[in-house]
Nanobody
Framework: EVQLQASGGGLVQAGGSLRLSCAVS????????IAWFRQAPGKEREGIACIVSDNDDTVYSDSVKGRFTIASDNAKNTVYLQMSNLKPEDTAVYYC???????????????WGQGTQVTVSS
């Protein structure tokens, strides 16, 4: 069974930083794709970053590009999202998502973590 545990959320002032973690089990970590999604109140779930673990290729949404960085630690089976220069519009529940191929991220063939709340005050 694939399991993901997201952690690291909290309350931060605008311009501050947070690092989220996603601990992954049940997958061959070096041969998988992992993504971060977020969902703000009243808005649809948005994919913001992904990484292919075998070669560390990364992709970001325009809304976070240049501010957020996704990285993996294969020895710890953990993926991180380093968030800098946070803005109030970044306030959302952040979820990690994993699949055996990048093509399945966010689909019924992927697995989800429980989510962690990030709140950015102005």
């Amino acid at each position: 069974e694939v399991q993901l545990q997201a952690s690291g959320g909290g309350l931060v002032q605008a311009g501050g930083s947070l690092r989220l973690s996603c601990a992954v089990s049940g997958l061959t970590f070096g041969n998988s794709a992992i993504a971060w999604f977020r969902q703000a109140p009243g808005k649809e779930r948005e994919g913001i970053a992904c990484i292919v673990s075998d070669n560390d290729d990364t992709v970001y949404s325009d809304s976070v590009k240049g501010r957020f960085t996704i990285a993996s630690d294969n020895a710890k089976n953990t993926v991180y999202l380093q968030m800098s220069n946070l803005k109030p519009e970044d306030t959302a529940v952040y979820y990690c998502n994993a699949a055996t191929s990048w093509k399945f991220l966010g689909s019924s063939r992927s697995s989800w973590g429980q989510g962690t709340q990030v709140t950015v005050s102005s």
